[in-house]
Structure formats: C-alpha cells, structure tokens
C-alpha cells in the first residue's frame, strides 16, 4: 500500500513563476491536508480539502495560494507568481476519515520550493 | 492563537541514556495532542492523547498528557542511535476542522 505521494520533491522557481505542488493520498482516503513548514519552524497549517470541496482554508495567505482536490486526480497546491518567502517544505498528509480513528495524519515525505 | 512550544530545541545524549522532551500547549477547543517522528523524510505517527494522567507506551517511547498544566512529555529510555530525529509535537483543535498546530520541534541526536 503505497504512501502518500507528492511530487516534485524539489522544485526550483524563480521570482514571478508559477509553483504546482501535487499529492495523491493514500489509497482509500479521501482527506487532504497541506502543510507548510518555514526553516526553523514547526509545520503550520494551510488548507484542509476532501474530493471537490474546500473544508479549511483559514491557513492560506489569502493572495497567489490556491488548492484543489479534484474528483479524479491528486491534490493540487498552486503558488502564483512566488517570491523568496515562499520557499519552503510542502507537507501533504492524507486521513480515511477526518483525522482517522487515532487522530493519525499520514504525511508525504514533501516537497521543497525554492525561489531564486 | 493556538500555540504549541517544545524544549529544548535540541538535544545531544549518549547511547543508552534516557531523555525527556516537553511540549506545552495553548489550544483551543483542546481534543488531543499528538507527536510525531521526523527523520528526513515524512513525520510518522507515534502517539495521541487526550486523556491526563493515561501513559501511552511502544516499546522504548512512551507519553503522557496533563490537561490541567497543558503540558505532554515523551519519554525515550535506552536510546539508540536510529532514535535520532526532529520530534514534533502537535495540539489538535476540534473546532470544526481537524486543524493541527506545530511546534517547532526537538531534534534528539543521539551519538554512540
């Protein structure tokens, strides 16, 4: 049973570009979390979504941050027109149910921007 | 704002030596606390709690919460070197999302 996957684990942008963070949950899970975690910093919360529907957004700076969790497809965090205080790790984690039975959050191993 | 501080940030103990990590908590709507592993990869799951005074135990790594000093430790006896890590604590907020707040962490280094 694999993991939660997210791809790219690096990614390079420069100033302006468009940054597209992708994560497929688990196999039978249908909640997604993205999380984002600054250097020297704990991972802060960002949005949480299940199939189609935007449940938790009250972590997403509320410009050029957008995500979606599609019917069909993985999950998908977009930066528009990033600057260097974007650069960061990108957690995804993925639960069957809200939070799962344990409270258990399954994390991908992530993704990191950078911005030149 | 929810609030979760660890100490110490970080740590440097010997093989066999038993530590103690601390996470104190300020959260709303309070459901449970959480800790995880971080090596360099992903955080994996160790424990949640949300009863005081209930010791969680596997293997080596045990927990235990305090609702009342909003406070948690982990506990490592016996420590080997594959325990070292950042070690995340995290408070959970059941107000109307299952929202977790982060600490910073512990990185635990462990040398033989």
């Known amino acids: 049973n694999a993991g939660v996957m997210q791809n790219p684990r690096h990614l390079v942008r420069r100033r302006g570009q468009e940054a597209r963070l992708r994560c497929s949950p688990m196999?039978?899970?249908?909640?997604v979390y993205w999380y984002r975690q600054l250097p020297e910093e704990g991972l802060k919360f960002m949005v949480y979504l299940q199939k189609e529907n935007i449940i938790d957004e009250s972590g997403m700076p509320k410009e050029r941050f957008s995500a979606e969790f599609p019917k069909e497809g993985p999950s998908i965090l977009r930066i528009q027109q990033v600057v260097r205080g974007d650069s960061a790790a990108y957690f995804c984690?993925?639960?069957?149910?809200?939070?799962?039975?344990?409270?258990?959050?399954?994390f991908g191993e992530g993704s990191r921007l950078t911005v030149l | 704002e929810d609030k979760v501080v660890q100490s110490p940030l970080s740590l440097v103990v010997h093989e066999g030596d038993t530590v103690t990590l601390n996470c104190s908590y300020e959260?709303?709507?309070?459901?449970?606390l959480l800790w995880y592993k971080q090596e360099k990869k992903a955080p994996t799951f160790l424990f949640m709690l949300?009863?005081?005074?209930i010791e969680k135990k596997s293997g080596r790594l045990s927990s235990i919460l305090d609702k009342k000093e909003l406070f948690s430790i982990l506990n490592i006896t016996a420590t080997q070197t594959g325990d070292s890590a950042v070690y995340l604590c995290a408070g959970h907020s059941g107000a109307g999302s299952y929202q977790l707040t982060f600490g910073k962490g512990t990185k635990l280094s462990v040398i033989p």
């Open positions: 959260v709303t709507n309070f459901r449970s």
């Open positions: 949300t009863s005081s005074g």
């Open positions: 984690a993925s639960s069957p149910l809200q939070g799962g039975n344990t409270g258990e959050l399954f």
């Open positions: 196999k039978g899970h249908s909640h």
